[in-house]
């Protein structure tokens, strides 16, 4: 089934731990994007890549890092969690040619204690 | 620094009643995306407003783009219980990696 997977779909974490989420897409899309979700404050881009190689800072970088080693994958680093992190996080992909639309995965639900 | 407002916040209405949701933005843009998220569960894209004065509808809810004014709205014909979700907007803000900036949502609850 084409789209976006994304793992763990939820996890506890205690604070200091380092923490990989993890993005997937199989619609060979160039553009992926990182996204967190808090309560009243809409979804923040974290980070973005628009191809392959290239990763950029989106508005709330600051603990996290990502990479884009290949089309498909997109990481999320936690290297050290923080509970200000405690956020549903979502990953989105999109064509840079011929549509504009970014497509979500389904989140990863992160509670950092 | 752009900037994504929308109101309102909450919205409960009746079943057939009509009703619009508005989306006010900070700086020049000419792309507008709305996306619906029930809870618990992902985005859903919309609608892609793409030019001044774009109109597109999909069953009984119609999206506008006002690019002048800086304001989209999604508006609501005759409600139905279906409908009940957050409803986001979100501009592209023209930068280097079509970032995405996002409303608040609006909760809409339609009742029986």
């Known amino acids: 089934i084409a789209g976006i997977t994304q793992a763990p779909t939820s996890q506890i974490l205690a604070a200091g731990r380092r923490m990989t989420l993890r993005c997937t897409q199989d619609m060979r899309h160039n553009a992926m994007y990182w996204y967190r979700q808090d309560l009243g404050l809409g979804l923040r881009l974290i980070h973005y890549s628009n191809t392959a190689g290239t990763t950029g800072k989106g508005e709330v970088p600051d603990g996290y890092s990502v990479s884009r080693a290949n089309t498909d994958d997109f990481p999320l680093t936690l290297a050290s969690a923080v509970p200000s992190q405690t956020s549903v996080y979502f990953c989105a992909s999109r064509k840079t040619s011929g549509s504009y639309t970014q497509y979500f995965g389904p989140g990863t639900r992160l509670t950092v204690l | 620094e752009l900037k994504v407002e929308q109101n309102p916040l909450f919205l409960s209405m009746q079943e057939g009643k009509n009703y619009t949701i508005y989306c006010n933005y900070s700086?020049?843009?000419?792309?507008l995306y709305w996306y619906r998220q029930d809870p618990g569960k992902s985005l859903e894209s919309l609608f892609v407003l793409l030019s001044n004065g774009a109109v597109k509808q999909e069953g009984r809810l119609m999206a506008s783009l006002d690019t002048k004014a800086r304001l989209s709205t999604l508006h609501i014909t005759a409600a139905v219980h279906d409908l009940s979700a957050t409803y986001f907007c979100a501009v592209d803000g023209g930068n280097a990696g079509n970032m995405l900036t996002f409303g608040g949502g609006t909760r809409l609850m339609v009742k029986p």
């Open positions: 700086t020049t843009s000419d792309r």
